[in-house]
Structure formats: structure tokens, C-alpha cells
T-cell receptor, first 115, second 113 residues
Framework: DSGVTQTPKHLITATGQRVTLRCSPRSGDLSVYWYQQSLDQGLQFLIQYYNGEERAKGNILERFSAQQFPDLHSELNLSSLELGDSALYFCASSVATGGGQETQYFGPGTRLLVL | DQQVKQNSPSLSVQEGRISILNCDYT??????FLWYKKYPAEGPTFLIS?????DKNEDGRFTVFLNKSAKHLSLHIVPSQPGDSAVYFC????????????FGGGTRLMVKP
């Protein structure tokens, strides 16, 4: 158990809908990262938040957005869903001391299926 | 452009023997490298890491080697156990890029009893 929790574990929805994925980082971790794992793209970085502020962005679609709340939990919002958005979504967290070279610990993931 | 590559999609070894998983990268600015193990329907589990200023790091049965001139790292598992059967991902990060991880495509390791 990494200490990172994600809900829900599974999500089935229809095209055009909007969903919210939730992540709670390990106790004491300030940084939260979101990754997408699809069959053809492998694990891809989406976005990072540090202590409530966006810090880095990867290949995240404009239909996707995220935020980190004062209690440090994070939510990833996916809207106007398409079939191709079906994937595993992972959240990871790290201490973020600012010194770099930090290990990220991953949650169990949310499996999203868009029908 | 794949900056981190794992060229072997699968590897099969006998229990008790050594497993060697390889990873190549193209971005010479990467300064931290990690190996994760992943079982189906679970998140990646951190195994071992190495800083770019080192060439070897060891933790129990797991050793990671880094060859910066060749932009190559490898994970050695000795001895291999059936419970090691999983998909192994190498990942790399850049301090000045917020430490986001760039992952390889993974290698499926099968350890036969």
C-alpha cells in the first residue's frame, strides 16, 4: 500500500459526459501528479500540482482540468468524454522538498470506460 | 518522440536465475531514474532509483546500473522469484521540469518455477 488513495476504482460512462476522479496523496506529500495509461500510449504525464498550484503540464487535453485543494487532495475533471479517453488514470504524490530527484508513489488507479 | 525506451516487451527467466531488464534514454538532461513494478489492475510500485551522479544502486535482490555515456540503465534481479513476475517500467525525470516522470513502454517479466 503506497498510501495514495484514488476513487472511484472503476467508472463507466457515456460519450459526451463529464466525470471527476479523486486522489488523496500520502500524508505529508505536497505534490500530486496525474498520469494516463492507455493501451497504445503507455503511461503519460498529464499534470502536476504543488501545494495547491499548477506546476507542470504534459500532454493534457483542453477538455481535461485538475485542481488541488487546501487539504492537498486533488481532482481530475474529464469533460466531453470520447471513446478514446477510456484508460487507466493514476495519481502519484511526492514530498516535493524542492531539491529534485524525488520518488513518486502511485495510487491504485481509476479505470475509466467510455461507451 | 520516445525519450525512454524499453526495447524488450517481454522476458522469461527460470526461478533462481538473474533477470536483466534494460532501458535506453535519449535526453541527456535526465537526472533521476526509477524502476517501477506493476501488476494488472494495480498502480505502479516503486522498486529502486538512481541519481545521475551514481552508476550503481543496490537494494536487496535489486540492483540498478546507469551508464550515462551510453544513455542506458538496467535492472538486475538476483535471484529471480515467481513473485517477481510483473510488468517493469523504467522512468526518468528532470529536476527543472517539475520532476514529471517519462516512462518507457514496459517489459513483462515471467519467472518460471
Amino acid at each position: 500500500d503506497s498510501g495514495v488513495t484514488q476513487t472511484p476504482k472503476h467508472l463507466i460512462t457515456a460519450t459526451g459526459q463529464r466525470v471527476t476522479l479523486r486522489c488523496s496523496p500520502r500524508s505529508g506529500d505536497l505534490s500530486v501528479y496525474w498520469y494516463q495509461q492507455s493501451l497504445d500510449q503507455g503511461l503519460q504525464f498529464l499534470i502536476q500540482y504543488y501545494n495547491g498550484e499548477e506546476r507542470a503540464k504534459g500532454n493534457i487535453l483542453e477538455r481535461f482540468s485538475a485542481q488541488q485543494f487546501p487539504d492537498l487532495h486533488s481532482e481530475l475533471n474529464l469533460s466531453s468524454l470520447e471513446l478514446g479517453d477510456s484508460a487507466l488514470y493514476f495519481c502519484a504524490s511526492s514530498v516535493a522538498t524542492g531539491g529534485g530527484q524525488e520518488t513518486q508513489y502511485f495510487g491504485p488507479g481509476t479505470r475509466l470506460l467510455v461507451l | 518522440d520516445q525519450q525512454v525506451k524499453q526495447n524488450s516487451p517481454s522476458l522469461s527467466v527460470q526461478e533462481g536465475r538473474i533477470s536483466i531488464l534494460n532501458c535506453d534514454y535519449t535526453n541527456s538532461m535526465f537526472d533521476y531514474f526509477l524502476w517501477y513494478k506493476k501488476y494488472p489492475a494495480e498502480g505502479p510500485t516503486f522498486l529502486i532509483s538512481i541519481s545521475s551522479i551514481k552508476d550503481k544502486n543496490e537494494d536487496g535482490r535489486f540492483t540498478v546500473f546507469l551508464n550515462k555515456s551510453a544513455k542506458h540503465l538496467s535492472l538486475h534481479i538476483v535471484p529471480s522469484q515467481p513473485g517477481d513476475s510483473a510488468v517493469y517500467f523504467c522512468a526518468a525525470s528532470l529536476n527543472n521540469a517539475g520532476n514529471m516522470l517519462t516512462f518507457g513502454g514496459g517489459t513483462r517479466l515471467m519467472v518460471k518455477p
